[in-house]
């Protein structure tokens, strides 16, 4: 018999929104109806332009999407060399 109240809180139920950016093939057998909002797992997302990357679903909750949309996180579309080729072929390499 299901738990009717997980599903009534589903991710599914409350919060379509992000639920549509769940990763259709990396987390497995998980699906949106199977975790809460308020949940600490992990899991994988996808955003409307194709970046993937792993989040709780309790972060999503509180309003963090992608981070590499937010430039919270570096991607091809906003990585210092493609943004500013010039300033990287001139900035000294870095001393580790």
Known sequence: ????TASKYSLQICNYAIAREWHPTKNGNLTPRDVTVGSNRKVWWLCSI???WTATVNDRGHGNGCP???NRKASDENSQQTVS???V???PP???
């Open 50 to 52: 194709g970046h993937e």
């Open 1 to 4: 018999m299901p738990n009717k």
């Open 68 to 70: 590499y949309c937010s």
């Open 89 to 91: 072929k001139e900035s």
């Open 94 to 96: 870095a001393k580790n």
């Open 85 to 87: 080729p010039a300033w």
